[in-house]
Each structure stands twice: as C-alpha cells, then as structure tokens.
C-alpha cells in the first residue's frame, strides 16, 4: 500500500474528515498508481492520518473511507459500510409505505463515488469514478450479503466518468432485472424504468417534498412542471386536486406518467398529460389558470462557470409561474444544481417574485431527506433544495 504525505497546511481537512484530498495538498504523487489503488495518508512527520483510493492525476487525487489504522480494505469491509449505511434508514425501512430509498450516498456514508438505490427486491448502482469500480466485484458480492436482492443492475452513464474516460456501464452485475420495478412510496404505487430512466429511475430525494405538496392541493388546480414520471402529480391527485397538468419533454416520462396514475386507480379524468418545452408552456398561460405550480427542473447549473446563465434560467421560469399564480396561489420550486447554494436560491426566487410584481412568503424549506444524509465537513455534497412559497 502507498504511503502519501499531506502538507502541513492541508492536514486540517483530513483530520476534519473531509473525503477529498487534492492533487496540490500532497507533497508528491508517485508515478504508476491508478484508479482504486489504496493509499494511506501520513502527515510530514510520518504520523498516519486516514487511508483511502487513488482516484486519479487530476484535481481530486484520493478519496477517503476510513479514518482507522490498519483497517483491511475488503469484501467485510464493503459489507461493514453497506450494513451501517442501512441501519441509518431503518425509518424507512420500518415503514411498510416505503420499499424504495436511498442505501448508500456515496462520500456521505463514507463509500466515495459510489450510490446505491433499493427499488423493492432490486439495487441500482452507480460507480461514479474510476477507483470505486475498481472494487465492483467486492461491493456486489457485500450487497448481495447485506441487502439481499433478487437482481443488481448497474447505471454508471454519469457525467464524471465521462470526465474520467471511463467506459459507461449500464447492465445487470447480478441475478435478473425486469425492465420496469413496482414500489412504494408512502403508501402509493409507482412504476420505474430503472433501466433507461433518469438518474437511477426515479427521484427518491423528493420523497418528503412529494409528500409536503399534498396539504396545499386539495380542490386545487395543480400544474406539475418538469414532471417526468409524474411523481408529484400522484400525490397531488391522491390528496385530492381538482385537476393536474403534467408538462414534461420526454415522451416516455409522460406515457409512465400516465401509467403511475392508472396504478394508483386515480381518476384519469382530472389529469393532463402534455409534451412540451415547460418555458414556452408557462408562457402561454394567464393568471389565476392553476392555483399551485411545482417547478422541479434538472439541473440549470452543471459547471461553476456557469452559475449565472443558470440562474437565469432559473429566475425567468420561476417568474412566469408566479406571473401565473393567483393570491394564496402556492409555488414549489427546486433546484438540484450542486453550485447554486441555498442563499443564492432564494435571493434568485426574491428576483424573479420583484420582476413579477408579487409578494411572497417562504412556508418551508426543504433540502435533502433523511436517506440523503450529508457528513458536515462535505459542503460539496450539497445539491438540493426546494422552497414552498405562497402568494399574498
């Protein structure tokens, strides 16, 4: 195992259990190591400070999963954080509603670059750089242990890997997957395309927002922006909406859309299904035509150089929907873009509600759930929120 030394003036946030370490915190990289290749971290006097895995020459050099001594890096290893990861969403789990959610995050369940979602007897996985595929065949074989699962597919098709030239993986790494998963989410039914869906199928980290939404909607015209699957419009007519649009630019999001509402035996009546571009959309509607509009767009910011462009974005629909709203109408805006800080949200929704002439108020506020659980010293990893403001 490699030995790299901190500089001492970047031993803090190793020893604050940061899991990044940057290529300019090490006072050498030896040449040969790659990807996954494991690595022991030592301050300049020799003392040890955490171990971890290569991860590449570039900005990120190695990222870190233990904080411990001469802990042994295998199969029981994987099975040791797979197990921990789960015992923290033993809520869910308990819960007969719920049988899909989030079992492990990644840097924040201290298994860096790797994410693994539980759709019913199924796990998705996603090896988001080259050093945690490294140990793919260790990590199935530990969630086929711990979780038990009747199949594993894999979807790598991330934008990091790309970054890190690895080949994309998308296939089944253990037992069968059918092409389309049953589950539960607080008691109601939803059909997931685990296999060419967004993300991993569908976007669990809304849960608890989905769940918010249904005591503002009750004999409330609902307008579901960005809709994909349709998870918001469900809760919304199973809470009683007098009707839901559901406005998405993917055809097969709004075809399983449709299907989700047929599996909830929800009346088809009082739902609309439209494919089109949500800003054009929004843009020909008049005030006072729905009285609570969710915007759940994907991410307006990617890069960091483009904080501004995407915030624009982000203003200019927020805008629209609250030009649409009437008084006491209520809008649920999100944004899942990682460089866009909760701050900068909300000064953007105070631009966009002074450039539409409306008085708002913040009813709550909403990051990530309690299958997303954040280390503290990891503000890279925060991503989401969502505001639920009202009109007066």
């Not at 909403?366 to 954040?374: A, K, L, Q, V």
Request: hydrophobic residues 40%; aromatic residues 10%.
């Amino acid at each position: 195992m490699n030995t790299l030394t901190v500089q001492q003036s970047r031993v803090g946030p190793v020893r604050g259990r940061h899991p990044w370490v940057f290529s300019g915190a090490l006072a050498a990289i030896p040449e040969g190591l790659k990807s996954g290749d494991l690595v022991i971290l030592a301050d300049p006097t020799g003392v040890f400070l955490a171990q971890g895995y290569f991860n590449s020459y570039s900005q990120i050099a190695v990222r870190l999963w233990s904080w411990e001594q001469g802990e042994v890096i295998d199969q029981n290893f994987f099975s040791k954080r797979i197990r921990a990861a789960l015992k923290s969403r033993e809520q869910l789990i308990a819960s007969k509603r719920t049988n899909a959610y989030r079992v492990v995050y990644a840097e924040n369940d201290l298994l860096p670059g790797l994410v693994v979602d539980r759709y019913a007897d199924y796990a998705v996985v996603q090896f988001h750089t080259a050093g945690i595929a490294a140990w793919k065949k260790q990590i199935v074989a530990a969630l086929v242990e711990v979780l038990g699962p009747t199949g594993i597919y894999e979807r790598s098709d991330v934008k990091n890997r790309e970054r890190e030239a690895n080949e994309e993986k998308n296939n089944v790494l253990y037992g069968s997957v059918p092409e389309q998963i049953k589950i539960k989410e607080n008691g109601l039914t939803f059909i997931v395309d685990v296999r060419g869906g967004q993300k991993t199928g569908f976007f669990l980290d809304q849960r608890d927002k989905r769940l918010a939404l249904q005591k503002y909607v009750k004999d409330k015209k609902v307008l579901n922006c960005f809709s994909y699957t349709g998870g918001f419009s469900v809760y919304a007519l199973a809470a009683g909406a007098s009707s839901v649009v559901s406005v998405d630019s993917s055809e097969p999001a709004l075809e399983l859309a449709e299907k989700n509402i047929a599996a909830n035996k929800l009346p088809a009546d009082r739902c609309e299904f439209i494919l089109a571009d949500v800003k054009q959309y929004l843009q020909g509607q008049e005030q006072g035509a729905f009285e609570v509009i969710v915007l759940d767009p994907p991410a307006f910011v990617k890069d960091r150089h483009k904080i501004k462009e995407g915030l624009q974005g982000y203003r200019k629909i927020n805008e629209l929907a609250l030009r649409i709203l009437p008084e006491n109408g209520i809008l649920v805006t999100a944004s899942c873009s990682a460089h866009v800080t909760l701050a900068d949200f909300r000064f953007m929704l105070s631009e966009a509600a002074a450039r539409a002439g409306r008085t708002v108020q913040i009813l709550e506020t909403f990051t990530h759930g309690i299958d997303h659980p954040e280390l503290v010293a990891f503000t890279e990893g925060e991503y989401l929120k969502c505001f639920f403001v009202k009109v007066i």
